[in-house]
């Protein structure tokens, strides 16, 4: 029913570029968390670009799920920065051309990028173990240390060992506002769909370094987004990469 009812036809929809412009203007680029502590990073493009080990095609031939999950192992800052660039660093501004939204590394339909990253940083040299939000429009990183956030989350997955033992685990988390304020339903669709782009992105980037990336999405939505402080409707988490070194 959601697939019928989400399609496009000749019917419509029509597109309202300047009511979506104005709406567009009053939403966030990115949520603003002003009043958290900040964690600068080192510049993404460099680290992605640092980390990268392998080629394209190495990376793409490389991927797969640790299969018997992640063994604990410490990363790097830039590793972190990297594949948080990797996931939704800003690439290219086009704002002046009248593009809504400077442009990143994952498309997204419309430009209107419904997604919000969050990292679970558990090992990370230089970075307090915690839960934080990425602002890709500064690149850096905003919250508060939290020693037990791992353990919080990692009960709210089916199989919390990859959570607990991740280096780093990246919450892909939608405001679907922002592609439903245009396409309606398919809205929906597209926001699922750039979750995917996201994660892949990570996935081979996290292999070009040298680790292991796992998908999950066996997580207790609810209680997932209960400990994201989100209501699930209109933000929620919606796919999940833990990243670390294959056990
Ligand atoms: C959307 C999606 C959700 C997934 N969720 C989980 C998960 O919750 N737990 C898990 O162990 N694997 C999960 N996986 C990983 C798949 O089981 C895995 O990709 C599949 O077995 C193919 O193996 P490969 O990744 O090594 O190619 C997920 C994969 C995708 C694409």
Request: with cysteine; aromatic share 8%.
């Amino acid at each position: 029913m959601f697939h019928a009812n989400s399609k496009v036809t000749s019917a419509g929809p029509r597109f309202d570029l300047a009511a979506e412009a104005a709406r567009l203007g009053a939403l966030h680029e990115t949520l603003p968390h002003e009043l958290w502590a900040e964690t600068p990073l080192p510049p993404g493009a460099d680290a992605l670009r640092g980390i990268s080990s392998l080629s394209v095609g190495e990376a793409v031939l490389g991927r797969m799920s640790p299969r018997a999950g992640l063994t604990p192992t410490s990363t790097s800052m830039d590793t972190l920065s990297g594949l948080l660039f990797a996931a939704a660093g800003v690439t290219h501004d086009e704002t002046a051309a009248g593009y809504s939204r400077p442009f990143r590394a994952t498309p997204s339909g419309g430009g209107l990028y419904p997604l919000e990253v969050f990292a679970l940083a558990n090992r990370v040299d230089g970075v307090a173990p915690g839960l934080y939000h990425y602002d890709p429009t500064s690149h850096v990183l905003r919250g508060n240390p939290d020693s037990q956030a791992a353990e919080r989350l990692a009960n709210t997955f089916v199989q919390p060992d990859y959570v607990q033992n991740a280096a780093i685990m990246f919450l892909l988390t939608a405001l679907f506002e922002r592609a439903t304020v245009k396409y309606g339903a398919r809205g929906y669709r597209f926001t699922l769909l750039e979750a995917g782009h996201m994660a892949q992105n990570i996935n081979l980037a996290a292999v070009g370094a040298g680790l292991a990336a796992q998908n999950l999405g066996g997580f207790l939505d609810d209680r997932l987004d209960r400990e994201m402080d989100f209501d699930g409707l209109l933000q929620s988490t919606v796919y999940c990469v833990a990243v670390g070194a294959a056990a």
